[in-house]
């Protein structure tokens, strides 16, 4: 085999290898673009779902502060009707289309998942009340809800309004014993009183 014919085939070998290793770093840059390409298609995925979600939820908490303020309306209807069962038959009458009225704008709210709950009877939950009146009496247990003056409405995921109520505090010992001092004092001067006005 002449020098020349050696020099040929290892010339082609080389060449060989050479597009091998140019074939392999292809390959590696093609799987590399494609996992980029994948990953990116699945970050733009997320986020259309992210946004689509957010939109969802905003478009959502925009119709629960909107029907909110109504609720007001719906606390005047109510009361309102409570006073027409003492009304002549005339008024009961009119009271009946209301009451239906009432009923439909009861049917949006639930519709939104919107409703109310019963606080009279429960603890006291500052997520879910706001005491407008605080009775101390040893009478209750502490935290006891004894009225309600206005419903609280809720959705499932948050308090739209809070219920309006009066509470039950425990006076302290302090206060108890103070109120007892008082007491005893006032009748202490009473029976002064008596007994000077007996002298007289």
Same mark, same amino acid.
């Given at each position: 085999? #002449? ?12 060449? $060989?290898?050479? $597009? ?23 970050? #733009? ?15 959502? +908490? ?14 005047? +209807? ?7 069962? $003492? ?12 009451? &239906? ?22 603890? +006291? ?6 005491? &407008? ?10 935290? &006891? ?41 006032? #009748? #202490? ?12």
């Amino acid at each position: 085999m #002449s020098k020349k014919h050696k020099e040929k085939k290892h010339k082609q070998k080389k060449e $060989k290898e050479e $597009k091998k290793d140019i074939k392999k770093e292809l390959e590696k840059e093609i799987s590399e673009y494609r996992n980029k390409y994948f990953h990116i298609l699945a970050e #733009s995925e997320n986020t259309r779902k992210r946004l689509q979600k957010e939109k969802q939820e905003t478009t959502k +908490f925009a119709i629960e502060n909107t029907l909110c303020d109504f609720l007001p309306i719906l606390d005047n +209807f109510e009361n309102a009707l409570k006073f027409s069962e $003492k009304a002549s038959d005339e008024v009961k009458s009119w009271a009946t289309g209301f009451q &239906m009225i009432l009923s439909q704008f009861k049917d949006v709210l639930h519709t939104y998942g919107i409703v109310s709950f019963h606080s009279e009877g429960n603890f +006291f939950d500052p997520h879910h009340h706001e005491a &407008m009146e605080i009775v101390e009496t040893h009478d209750q247990p502490d935290g &006891m809800i004894l009225e309600e003056f206005a419903k609280g409405y809720k959705t499932q995921n948050r308090t739209l309004r809070p219920a309006q109520v009066k509470v039950v505090k425990t006076p302290r010992e302090e206060e108890v014993k103070d109120d007892e001092t008082i007491k005893e004092e006032s #009748s #202490s001067e009473q029976e002064e009183l008596q007994t000077t006005e007996e002298k007289k």
